[in-house]
């Protein structure tokens, strides 16, 4: 059964920075793409940034190019986000999403992410 278990979300200010984790099991990590979505209140689900099954491709979203690193541990079947400079319009809840396919490309298209975690809250505010 594929798990995914977000956390490191919390309340931080304007200006400051969180670590998000993602804890996969039930399938072999390592052969999945996985991406970063959010979704604020009110809003659709936002895909933020993706890294490819081996971790040697990465892409963000316009809104957090520059502030927000992905990354991946397949020794420690975890995914990362690693988020600086966090900002009032980065508040949402905050997801790992598991590509539908393994040793495939990941993509933007949030429909071709099949495996989701429960989200974990991130609010930025002073």
């Known amino acids: 059964q594929v798990q995914l278990v977000e956390s490191g979300g919390g309340l931080v200010e304007p200006g400051g920075s969180l670590r998000l984790s993602c804890a996969a099991t039930g399938y072999p990590f390592r052969f999945y793409a996985m991406s970063w979505v959010r979704q604020a209140p009110g809003k659709d689900h936002e895909w933020i940034a993706h890294i490819s099954h081996a971790g040697t491709t990465t892409d963000y979203a316009n809104s957090v190019k520059g502030r927000f690193t992905i990354s991946r541990d397949n020794a420690q079947n975890t995914l990362f986000l690693q988020m600086n400079n966090l900002q009032p319009e980065d508040s949402a809840k905050y997801y790992c999403?598991?590509?539908?396919?393994?040793?495939?490309?990941?993509?933007?298209?949030?429909?071709?992410?099949?495996?989701w975690g429960q989200g974990t809250q991130v609010t930025v505010a002073s």
């Open positions: 999403a598991r590509f539908y396919t393994s040793m495939r490309p990941p993509s933007v298209n949030l429909d071709d992410y099949t495996e």
